[in-house]
Structures are given as C-alpha cells and as structure tokens.
C-alpha cells in the first residue's frame, strides 16, 4: 500500500525530480564526446510517466530540444508496444518526426522499473556531428541522403547492447567512434537519472510516480491557465521573410488567444524548399512554444501540463510542418525563426514585452578539412569534421539593448577556438564583436560578430554554410532600425553563399561577418549616456554616432580624446 | 624548558575579521567588525585583544597566517585597478563575449555581466600560435611597442596578458612583458601563460584579467600590513592562505592574488579535514551554513577536493554561469543561497521557494522585530521550536515567535491553507532539500555515495540544519566540532605549505612518451617545490601528482591520482587502467575501443600535514543534564514532540543527549531530532549518531 504524502513531501519531490534531471543532463555532458554536446550544451533530458507525459526536464539544454523530446516518449511506447517494455532495455531513434526534427539528433529512452514495475521513463537528446550521407549541411534533396535512419528500436535488450545495430552505425558515419562514444554517453545519463528516481522513491515509499505526477501537472497546468486568462483575449497575425535556400521563405502566423490556450496557426506559411531546411511540425512547435512561454509564463518549469495550453498547427507540407521525405537537416535555421514571427503577432497584443527581430538562427558552419590534393600534401596532413556553434545579435528590448553575439533563441553555447582547434587542423584566425551592426534605436539591437576560418598548412577545406540574413536582416520595431546583414567572402574577394557546401582552396580563408540584432524604439529616443558609452567602447563608429544618433562632430572628437588619454572609464 | 608555538590566525570575512591565537593547543580566539577602509585596522586591533587575552607580546608570535575576503570583493564590487588587457588580434572580445549564450532561457529581460575591462581596455596584438605550439605569426617587437606607447598615454596601473594558445608556448607573452618591463617598469604585468596556463581561451584571459586587476590593490594591502605588524612589533614572517586550501608567502600572493579567492572558504574547509583527521574519518562531508548562503565542501581521505576551475561572483540567483569564470587550484564546493536569513515565497506553482534574497541584518529575519515581513529559514526554525526566543546569540537578541508566526501565515500558509507550523515545516523542508540537492548533485558528479560518510558541521546555522540533511542524505554520523564560529581562522594554523602547478599539454595513451613524460612533471615538481621551499628552507616537502583523462574526444577530463613512483616511471597500461578504474565509477562503464588521452597535468607541493592527536571516540556514559524541557518539531516524524534543552557547555566527556534535543551554546544550537543521539568526544566535538 503506498504511503499517504502531503503537500509538504509533494513539494520536495518535486524539487528532487527537476535536481534529478539535471544530473541526467550534467551526466551527459560529462561523458559526450561530440563538441556539440559537450562544449555546446546542444541536449535535452527529462523524465516521463508510464503515459509518456512529461514530468520535469532539465534546465541545462536548448528549446528546440527541451519542447520537442517533450512529444517523444509517446511514440517509443506505442513502436515498442507496451508488452516488449523490459527492464534492462534502452531504446533509440533519430527519426525527425518522432524525435526532435532532424536526423543529426539521437534520442535515446529508458525505461524506469521499481520493484520489477514500470513507473516511468528517462529520455535525453543530444546534437551529433555526423550520422553519414551527404554531412550536416543543407543540399540534400531528401531525407534519404542526410544520413543513415534509425527507425524506434532497441539499442538493448535486457540489457545486452544489439551488435548488428552497432555495426550498422559504424560502417555508415564518417566518426564512428565518436558517434558510438555518444550513444554509450546518451545510454549513461539515462542510467544516472534512473538511480536517482529509484533512490528518492524508497526515500518516500512510493510505488509508483502516480501521486507525485498528479501533483506536478495539475499545478503547473493551473498556474498556465491562470497566466494566459490574465492575457486579453485578442487575434493578431505575425510574418517575416527570410533568405530560405533556393528563394525567400515567408513564415506567417495567426495568434488566438483563448481563455485556457493560446492556438498559433502557420496558415499562410511558404511551402517545402528543395533543399534541407525544412521543419518538421515537432521543431516549429517547440520553437513557438517556447517564444510564448518566455513572454507569458517564463518561470514554470516544462512538462507535458505546462506546454499542453500551446497548441500549434501548420498546414502539411509546409515549411513548418515538413513530411517525410522532405529533407531537413538544418531544420533549425527556419525553427529559430519562429520566435521573431510569434513576437510579429504577440506585439499587436502585448506591446512592451517582446524584443525586436535579432539574429534568429545560429551562425553555424561545419569545415570538412582533407589533405591538400593540388600538390603533394605533407604526411601529418588528416581528414576532420569540425562543426562550430556561433550567434549574431540578440533583438533590442523595451527596456534593454540587445545581447551582443549572444544566442537567442537557440539555448546553446559556443565552443572555445582553443578546443575546436584541437578537434581538427582548422584555425579560427578571428572571433569578435562586429561594431555598427547593431541595429540603432531607444534601445540598440545586440552586435554580430566577425570570425575568419582557414585551415592549417596542407590542408584544403569544404565549408558548409548555414547562415541566414543576408538578403533579409533583422527588422527593427517601434521606430528602432534594422540589423546589419550576413556577409561571408574569401579573403581573395571570391563571393560566397550563405547556405551551401563550398570549396575553400589550400591557403584560403573564409571571412565572415553575422547579423546584428534590430532596434527598438526611435534612434533619437536613446539615452545620450548609452551613446556616448557606445562609443567609447567602439559598440558603434563615429560615423554611426553621428549619422544615426545625432552626436555633434565635437562631442565625437572630445569623446575618442578622453579613450586615448584613458579617461574615459 | 619546552618552547611554545605561538601562531595567529586570520581570517577577513564579510562582517567580522576572526582572530585566533594559539599557543601551543591552547586557543584564544575574538570577532572584530572589519575596517573596510584599512582591513588591516581589525588585524591590529584583534590582534593586540587575543595577545592581551593570553598575555603574550605582539613579538612573541612566530608565524601568521592570513586568509582574505578582500580579493574576492574587489571582483564582486569591481574595486580593482585601472587595467589593460593585451590579447592576439583578433580576439578582443572573448571576456565579452563569454560563450555566447544566456545562463537563463526564460528570461527575455536578461543582461549578461560586463567584463571587467570594458572593451577600450582591451588591446591586440598580431601574432598567432597554433594548437600544437607552433609559431604561424611572429610577434613583433615594433608592434608590442606601439601597443605599449598606448598603454603609456592612457596610464595603466596593470596590465594582463593573454595570448591564443599561450599554454603551449608563452614565448610571445614573455616578450609583451620583456617590453612592458622595459618601457613601463611601474606597471604591474600578469601573464595568462603564468597565471592559469590551462586550454580553452575565455576562462584563461578571465583569470588572468581578474589577476591584474586585483593585484595593485592587494599588493598595496599586504605591504601595509606587513609595515603595521612591524610597528606593532612583529617580526616573524606573515604566510597567505590560499583558495588551493595551503599557504604560500607574501610575495607569492602579490604576484598571484587571484589565487586569494574564497581563502576564507577553503580554510574552513582545511578545519574539517583537521578534524576528520583526529577521528581518522576518510569521506567527510563539510558542511557551513552562515546568514545567506552554504557550503558543502568533499573531504576524502582527509584532504579536501579540489578543481581547476571556479565562478566567482555570481549575478543572477547564484546560478550557474552568471559570474565569471576563475581557472586556478582551488577547493571544490558548492556554495547555494541558503542560510539563517534566506528569505521564502511562493511561486506561481504555488511551490515554496527560499533564497537566495536574504534578510540580511536589517531589517533581518521576522522574528527580530525590526520591521522584517518576510518569513526567514530563522524564523521557520523559531516555530518549529529549534531556537529558544529568550536565548537566541547568547540572550543578546530577542526574538519574537509571534512575527514569525504571523509573516509564515501572512506570505505562504494563506495561499497554501497551511497553519503557521505547517508552514514552517514546508519551509525548513525546502531550504534543508536544496541544500540536501547541492551535496547530492556534488557527490553524483565526484562518483560518491554519500551514505558512506561522516558530516562535519560549521558556521552559525549549520548545527541547526545539520542533523536533518543527513537524515536526507543517508549519512549516519555528524560532529559539530567546538570554536565552529571561527573554523576558517582556525582552519588556517592546521593548513600546510603548498602550491599547485598546472600545465595543459596533450598526450594520447597511442603517442604514450615516459620519457617526456618525466621531464613535463619533474618541471612541475620542482616549480611548485620552489614555491613551497621559499615558505620553509628545510621542511620536507611531498609531491601530489595528478593527471586528467578522458577519452579521446571528450570535453571533460576525469582527475587520476598517480604515485610519485608512478609519475616518475610512466608506465602506459598502468595510465590506462587507473583512468578506465575510476571513469567506471563515475559513469558506470568504461567505453570500448577508444583511445584515451591525458590533458592537463599538476604536481601540488605540499608540507606533511601537521600530526593531530587521535581521539578516541567514547561511547555514552551518563545521561546529560538537562536545562529544561520544550516543544520542537521533527521533520522526519513530522509532528511535535517533547525535546530535552541540554547546555553545551555542561556537557562533560560522554555525556549523552538522546533526541528529540536541543544542544544549545552562545552562538548556536545543534538541533538532535529524535532519530539520533549525541554524545561529546573528549575535544569537545558534539557527536550525533544514529539512535540504535
């Protein structure tokens, strides 16, 4: 008989649930070997009733995953069937639509057994740099060739690893020890989650999550609903336009807010591109989901009660809702986009709240180096895959300038140009602030950044560029002006597209400067304070100051005196 | 006749300076308010209390050992020097620009802390090493002097120095400061490659920053105080406590200030590893709770844990990743915002919160009756019947159940239909989890299990949480040791000579080179014996050789302890199996068919820690005195049951108090809930054990 808890030992648990989770995560940072997890943060873990609903999820990782992995464990049970659930089992997949969107994430689930009871499961997701095919890049045509599929299946069973799987996998991926390094990571972190449970239901005796779960979704569904019924009950629709692959790519939305949910619809959305950015429905939904949840209720943890209120739709065959076998690889450029355009809808209802457009999606690019092939290449020359994570500038605030190369709304970090060098011979020759990028107003949009990759003596290299804002930076709000847009170049002048696998010759370097956050509010508005710090810090340029703010050419020259002198502190 | 040792302690902390003399194993010890103007004021003047208290002369001290706040709140309040830094062209930014991502999600009104150089201090210079050392553009010397020339206009005080990959070759980060010296000679210069010569840029250049920012000022600080302990007749030499847990010389906390940071913590942690000792205890967990926040601290083997890397001064709720990151030898804890006067609320979860806000003094917790309305831990554990109202801080504050009462129903129990003690269950529950939470995640992430260890409790607020925590944790055994209101100074008189040196190399165990090998860690022996040997020319000295491992690939490297005989006769399958013996415990099993690598290496010189005289634990033999009788509250049973009230002080050898009891004494109360007995150890430590 279960032991009768009140809300006092309820709350406890609760706590000791999301403490447990982010153990889980922390576990796999620890153990992961792809950078992406390991320096990025680019992960998801949480824990799931015997439904699959999910009860807490670590705070450490990134939207995309956090809201997407909530859906997952749903369709483990149901491919599995609940009868072959055994203990001692770990189950895996990288299907986009049951996962988190694309096949570069693994998402492995474990189930939780107490007292030869299933009471739950553990699941976590993690970024991999390879899974084979084509590389992590947008050319794909479809799903096919972006790498091997693995369909929901089992890794172990009672628990002895399948070695055919495991074959599988490494004959298909150009860093098999890596790759199979993660699985194993992916695999531990669940097994630390699960100990952790395990320990705190024999503190509690309890036989199942039954009472404690009740207790975690009822009073986070409650403490949603009231938020949004504090919210007036008003329509708007939102669009922005960006670069896409092949042509522009529209995202529109229609906002509804209801007494007990708030429904976003992609009607109106641009259809499929040929190339892989698309999105599957999941990786859209989270991306909302989470833009309304930083607006309306940021401090309720993520469960399956606490997202349930968000309900998301998109047309079939959308970009936002992308069927197999469309490709999707950089699924991420359009879902990091999804924010902005939620905010287009959510300003005509809560003015005040939301940040102007910024950078949106991650400036990302991955560099496959080889030994040079137009001359003899010298013989510690290596093939490498080194993928890099990098941020633009984050939109303008109401109250608060935007965050200079800082990533939002992506969750992750970037790594050190130290360590990426150690990943391969690949050399970062630049990585800072880009001044004037910004875009001005009340409130200045967050700066982008330059960075320059070549590659070390005797090596060439293929970039594969995801990058977006070239053609469409990010629009200023309220008055405030635009970001400054993508430009990539080599340093021999040779043009370069955003998006795209690209040779980059032995001695090259490619150059690369991201987008700028947007303003906020009128550029004559801004505190001449900020201006004048603005300058002294070089965030903008005399000319910028000038042209932009209005500052008299004497204040200009009185103000870069007083840097000289070192006055200016 | 016998010689006495006659040796200070001090400790600087927030609010009070600590002061203990001892002589021989006699202590007298005091609390003094500290002179933020001239912290050294409070030395002097606690100083001449504690030689009054024993009747000895200033003179007849023959050592002192210093512990510091100062350096940490120069980087918290941002009091440094005006500073410089130099870095390679191309990378002015990193201290800025951090790792590019926000600490906390949710927030969309989230500001990042500023660097501590704005970004006019920051200049580069061309020149370029690449990761395996090598040169891919000199430096030139031409360069260096134009950077230097605009140092000179703007009239920096102190320079930093950190250059891409300056870990593998400091070849062009000697030649800035070859320069510097030169052209500059009153500047002070801090180089990267010296300072913290680990991979990954952006905590490198932090640490660095955070050296010369601070170095002036404490430079400045320690020559004053060494000029006033002079006046007042001093003459023995004065030691640092450093935040590696050992003491190293005044020059060497000039030159390496940073490495002062959190001293007063780390000697804290030195006095529970002192006490471990005299039980011969060899997994302790450290426990010190004061008026805002706690710390929990792992001792194995009666050596507290350290790490590499650190994050100081945190901005937003103590959480991670909003403060700046340190890397040096340091003793690893956790520290959580909560303490006597961490304040409660409810969320919109309806879910009990508490902390990090605190009350602080004024207007303080409820309870005081200076206006406070918020319900404080303190005044949780006033309901709950912890403390006694009319003897709380030695009678000197009276405290008020009524508020309490009133601010517990007012903020949680109205929402939560709770009754002012329910509330203040909830309450004391939360508070005792999180902190239950920190030391369990801390254990989890150092492969331990905590069940297997002994709790040693200090700092004002500890003995009254300590005895529930390890309820939570499983832990069967709590000493509260005596003097705990000024552990850390005390702390500081049982720390030995010691420094840390550290070198990022890499190595895989398939390119295995004893030989090279060898000579790396000889290098690093003989540079952290010097340090040491500058201490004392003739104590023996041991060397602590640790390597970090992972497999080839990872991002987090795993410490494995080697032998001296290990370290000087490398053997590669030996590497292999300590690393794959110790990752199996952490994460549970090794992984197959990967090469392993080693990352960073570090030789810790030290002086053998002091001889303690064991103590003998005695079992009970009487039955304590008791003062009186009262109503306390026992979360385990979760109700109210008679407590016996015994006075500390009364308590001879033996003497037991079975719980529920409340063991009180001037400056705290151990609480003994009725799961556990406690029983005083001929020190004077309160031992609370399991009651059979």
């Known amino acids: ?569 | 006749m016998h010689k006495s040792s006659i040796r200070l302690g001090v400790d600087i902390g927030g609010t009070f300076t600590d002061v203990v003399l001892e002589i021989d194993a006699e202590q007298f010890s005091t609390k003094v308010l500290t002179t933020y103007a001239a912290p050294e004021n409070a030395i002097i003047d606690g100083m001449h209390l504690v030689c009054n208290k024993a009747g000895i002369m200033p003179s007849d001290i023959q050592q002192i050992i210093h512990g510091t706040t100062l350096a940490t709140n120069a980087l918290i309040e941002r009091r440094g020097a005006k500073t410089a830094l130099i870095t390679t062209q191309g990378f002015r930014d990193v201290i800025e620009m951090r790792t590019e991502s926000r600490f906390e999600q949710y927030d969309l009104n989230l500001n990042l802390p500023e660097p501590l150089l704005p970004r006019q201090m920051r200049y580069t210079v061309e020149e370029r090493v690449d990761a395996k050392g090598n040169v891919l553009i000199d430096l030139d010397r031409a360069k260096v002097e134009a950077v230097v020339d605009q140092i000179a206009e703007a009239g920096y005080k102190s320079v930093a120095v950190g250059l891409i990959h300056s870990y593998l070759n400091d070849e062009h980060e000697k030649m800035v400061r070859e320069v510097l010296t030169e052209k500059l000679p009153d500047v002070m210069v801090s180089l990267s490659s010296e300072v913290s010569p680990q991979m990954r840029e952006y905590e490198r250049f932090n640490t660095v920053v955070a050296n010369a920012y601070i170095k002036p000022l404490m430079k400045s600080y320690l020559g004053r105080l060494e000029g006033r302990l002079n006046n007042e007749g001093v003459t023995c030499k004065i030691f640092l406590m450093h935040s590696g847990g050992g003491i190293i010389s005044i020059e060497s906390a000039a030159d390496f200030p940073v490495r002062l940071v959190e001293s007063g913590p780390a000697g804290g942690a030195v006095f529970a590893a002192n006490i471990a000792a005299r039980y011969n205890l060899d997994k302790v967990l450290s426990f010190d709770m004061g008026g805002t926040t706690a710390k929990i601290c792992l001792i194995k083997n009666q050596t507290p844990k350290t790490s590499r890397v650190f994050e100081v001064a945190r901005t937003y709720r103590f959480k991670k990743g909003s403060g700046m990151p340190i890397s040096i030898p340091v003793i690893d804890m956790v520290e959580i915002g909560a303490g006597g006067g961490s304040l409660a609320h409810l969320d919109s979860m309806r879910q009990i919160r508490v902390g990090p806000e605190s009350a602080g003094s004024e207007p303080g917790p409820a309870c005081y009756g200076r206006g406070g309305e918020k319900p404080a831990v303190t005044d949780a554990d006033l309901v709950l019947g912890k403390l006694d109202p009319d003897n709380f801080a030695g009678g000197s504050i009276q405290l008020h159940t009524k508020n309490s009462a009133a601010a517990l129903e007012a903020v949680l129990g109205k929402t939560l239909d709770m009754d002012a003690q329910t509330a203040a269950f909830g309450l004391a529950e939360v508070v005792d989890e999180n902190m239950a939470n920190a030391a369990r995640v801390h254990a989890v992430e150092n492969g331990e299990d905590l069940s297997e260890y002994t709790m040693i409790a200090f700092g004002g607020a500890a003995p009254l949480h300590a005895a529930r925590l390890c309820e939570k944790l499983g832990v069967e055994r709590l000493l509260v040791p005596p003097g705990a209101g000024v552990g850390s100074a005390i702390g500081f008189l049982r720390a030995p000579f010691s420094f840390e040196a550290n070198r990022s190399v890499y190595m895989k165990l398939s390119d295995f080179n004893g030989s090279k090998i060898q000579n790396l860690l000889t290098d690093l022996k003989a540079e952290s014996n010097g340090f040491v040997r500058n201490c004392d020319a003739s104590a023996e000295i041991l060397s602590e050789f640790k390597v970090y491992m992972r497999y080839s690939g990872q991002g987090w490297e795993i410490p494995i302890i080697l032998t001296e005989e290990q370290a000087m006769n490398p053997d590669v399958d030996t590497f292999e199996r300590l690393f794959e013996e110790d990752y199996t415990k952490l994460f549970g099993r090794p992984v197959e068919g990967l090469d392993i690598e080693i990352t960073v290496w570090s030789v810790n010189a030290t002086t053998p820690a002091e001889k303690v005289a064991p103590v003998t634990t005695l079992s009970a033999k009487m039955t304590a005195d008791v003062d009186k009788q009262r109503q306390m509250f026992d979360p385990a049973q979760a109700a109210y049951l008679e407590a016996s009230v015994v006075l500390r002080k009364q308590m001879a050898n033996g003497a037991e108090a079975k719980g529920p009891a409340a063991i009180t004494e001037e400056e705290t109360t151990i609480i003994v809930p009725a799961s556990r007995t406690a029983i005083r150890q001929p020190d004077g430590c309160i031992d609370v054990v399991v009651r059979t």
Request: glycine letters at 10%; charged letters at 20%; a negative charge.
């Open chain 1, 1 to 569: 008989m279960a032991k009768e808890h009140s809300n006092v030992a309820y709350q406890v648990m609760w706590n000791r649930m999301i403490s447990v989770v982010e153990e889980q995560a922390q576990a796999l940072v620890r153990t992961a070997f792809s950078t992406s997890v390991r320096e990025a943060g680019d992960l998801s873990a949480g824990v799931y009733d015997t439904k699959g609903n999910m009860l807490a999820q670590a705070v450490t990782g990134t939207p995309g995953h956090v809201n997407a992995m909530a859906d997952a464990v749903a369709h483990f049970i149901r491919r599995i069937g609940r009868q072959n659930i055994m203990q001692g089992d770990v189950y895996i997949t990288n299907d986009p639509w049951e996962g988190t969107g694309h096949l570069h994430d693994i998402t492995m689930v474990t189930p939780s057994f107490h007292n030869d009871a299933l009471v739950g499961f553990f699941a976590c997701t993690a970024h991999i740099v390879d899974i084979g095919g084509r590389g992590f890049g947008a050319d794909a045509a479809s799903v096919y060739e972006e790498g091997l599929y693995i369909p929901i299946m089992k890794f172990a069973a009672g628990g002895e690893v399948d070695k055919t799987l495991v074959s599988i996998i490494r004959g298909n991926v150009r860093e098999p020890d890596q790759l199979i390094g993660d699985i194993y990571a992916l695999t531990t972190c669940n097994e630390i989650g699960h100990r952790r449970l395990i320990d705190m239901m024999e503190e509690f005796e309890l036989d199942d999550l039954n009472g404690i779960g009740t207790f975690i979704l009822e009073n986070s569904r409650r403490a949603t609903i009231e938020r949004i019924a504090g919210l007036p009950r008003k329509e708007a629709t939102g669009e922005m336009t960006v670069d896409g692959f092949s042509e522009p790519i529209t995202l529109k939305v229609k906002l509804t807010i209801e007494e007990d949910r708030i429904l976003s619809d992609f009607e109106g959305s641009s259809g499929l591109d040929k190339k892989g950015i698309n999105c599957p429905l999941v990786y859209a939904k989270a991306y909302a989901c989470y833009a309304l949840k930083c607006a309306i209720a940021p401090e309720i943890p993520n469960n399956a009660a606490s997202l349930a209120p968000f309900e998301i739709t998109a047309p079939e065959n959308s970009i936002v809702n992308a069927l197999h076998p469309a490709p999707v690889a950089l699924r991420h450029i359009v879902g990091h986009f999804v924010p902005d355009t939620v905010y287009d809808a959510l300003d005509k209802i809560l003015p005040n709240t939301v940040p102007a457009e910024g950078a949106g999606c991650l400036c990302n690019f991955q560099v496959s180096l080889r030994p040079r092939m137009d001359a003899p290449a010298p013989e510690d020359a290596v093939r490498s895959e080194v993928l890099t994570f990098n941020s633009g500038g984050s939109g303008a605030r109401p109250l608060h300038d935007g965050l200079n190369a800082t990533a939002f709304p992506s969750g992750v970090m970037t790594m050190p140009v130290e360590a990426t060098e150690h990943a391969g011979p690949v050399i970062i020759w630049r990585k800072e602030l880009r001044p004037d990028s910004g875009g001005a107003g009340a409130q200045r949009g967050g700066l982008g950044q330059y960075m320059e990759v070549g590659a070390r003596e005797g090596h060439e290299f293929d970039i594969q560029a995801m990058f977006d804002r070239v053609d469409h930076p990010a629009r200023g709000r309220q008055g405030g002006q635009n970001g400054a847009p993508t430009v990539i170049i080599q340093d021999d002048g040779t043009k370069m597209n955003g998006k795209g696998k690209q040779f980059v010759a032995h001695g090259r370097r490619v150059m690369m400067a991201f987008p700028g956050g947007a303003g906020y509010g009128n550029p004559s508005d801004r505190d001449a304070k900020l201006v004048h710090r603005d300058l002294v810090r070089g965030y903008i340029s005399a000319k910028v100051a000038k042209n932009d703010y209005g500052m008299p050419d004497a204040d200009i020259a009185d103000i870069l005196n007083t840097v000289k002198k070192g006055e200016a502190l």
